[in-house]
């Protein structure tokens, strides 16, 4: 099977790393994180005018019309950089919310804005009982004659505080974890009964924590099947974590060629580090670990395609355990190996690690992905 990139896809992935570089640096990053909701509105327009923001849409839609792959181009990339901007909850998972299950009224109006970077999204998904399952939603809709009127409580909602409209996801019927009953719902933001209470995350993101009280929206508000939306929340989250496991791949990249550097510099005992034959097995193992989880996020960026909702779902799942086990490791041996220096905020490394931590729980960490490879009958 080939694995090896296109001319064009080569062409956008020496783009996009040319862009950041130049963007991105270490003290960049800390200005941005100072911005309101914790990032770069002219990198974001950058992005946009890039053609970035637009690139997994269908051209009649305003797009580019490309796939899973450039998508995993583009955020291994973001990840290398450590960029702070929303593609993931605006462009993958709104975007791809529209993509699928949006009708020809809602792509009019809200791709567009997505396109040209004038609008973010963010999705409200997450409750306190909930843990890692999308089925478990206890946030309630009611359908009146005018539309909807939604009542309940969103967690760790991320780029809740930016966000122009949230993704949220509503039970219109059924007890607390059916499979059905579920919808996804567009509400603005500043919707009257929307209150959001802001924080920044471990890795220097920024989140919130929404409460919908009574909120009215539209009927056009609904955005797929308006009694069984779950399948199509199922394909978006299950995209999001395959581009999730893409940028995690170049945050272990960026990690071990940083631990690999700072071994041929560091100096013990008047030599380099690096010439101590233990430390060159770790940094063997880290590089084994990195291939390992080079090569899953290559099979869930190939899955996403899968026709097949539960094969897509199980490997997915069994890159998100690779991902998990490989950013675990990399990021600890990359934080021992810098030594003292490795803890403080003024190190890059130990961003690289935070954020790798917090990419391991979104939609579902290790074990949680390992229960579900092991209960869909297949072997890891």
């Known amino acids: 099977m080939e694995f090896n990139l296109s001319d064009e896809q080569r062409i956008l992935k020496e783009s996009v790393d040319g862009f950041l570089a130049a963007v991105y640096g270490f003290e960049q990053r800390h200005k ?78 809200h791709i567009p804005s997505i396109v040209d970077g004038s609008r973010t999204f963010a999705f409200a998904q997450l409750e306190k009982h909930s843990d890692y399952e999308l089925n478990d939603v206890t946030t309630a809709a009611e359908r009146t004659a ?20 949230l993704m949220v996801t509503a039970r219109t019927q059924g007890t607390r974890r059916d499979r059905t009953g579920i919808v996804l719902f567009l509400v603005p933001a500043t919707a009257k009964g929307v209150s959001i ?41 299950d995209e999001a974590r395959a581009a999730l496991c893409a940028e995690a791949v170049g945050l272990m990249d960026e990690s071990l060629k940083m631990t690999v550097e700072y071994l041929k510099t560091r100096k013990q ?18 590089l084994i670990a990195l291939e390992q989880a080079r090569s899953m996020s290559m099979f869930a960026t190939m899955a996403v395609s899968f026709d097949d909702p539960t094969e897509r779902a199980k490997s997915i799942a069994a890159a ?17 190996l810098h030594g003292g220096i490795g803890m403080t905020m003024e190190a890059r490394i130990g961003h690289y690690f935070k954020r790798l931590t917090m990419i391991e729980h979104a939609f579902g960490d290790a074990n949680y992905h390992l229960r579900r490879v092991s209960e869909s009958g297949a072997l890891l």
Do not use: C
């Not at 005018?146 to 409209?165: R, S, T």
């Open 32 to 109: 941005y994180m100072k911005e309101k909701g914790g990032w770069s509105r002219a990198v974001w327009s950058r992005l946009a005018k890039q053609g970035l923001l637009g690139l997994p849409f269908l051209e009649i839609d305003g797009g580019f019309g490309a796939g899973p792959v450039e998508t995993s181009i583009v955020m291994e990339s973001l990840g290398r950089a450590l960029v702070l901007e929303p593609y993931l909850p605006t462009v993958v998972i709104a975007g791809g919310f529209l993509r699928h299950g949006g009708s020809a009224a809602q792509k009019a109006i």
């Open 269 to 286: 005992f008047g030599v380099t580090i690096g010439s101590f034959q233990s430390l060159q097995h770790r940094a063997a193992d880290m």
């Open 146 to 165: 005018d539309g909807w009127v939604i009542d309940g409580e969103k967690l760790i909602v991320m780029n809740g505080e930016n966000a122009d409209a």
């Open 320 to 336: 998100k355990v690779q991902i998990g086990r490989s950013g675990k490791f990399i990021g600890q041996q990359s934080i021992q």
């Open 197 to 237: 209470k802001n924080y920044q995350t471990q890795d220097g993101l920024h989140a919130a924590d929404i409460v919908l009280s009574r909120v009215e929206i539209g009927p056009e508000a609904a955005i797929g099947d308006p009694l069984n939306g779950l399948p199509l929340i199922e394909r978006v989250v």
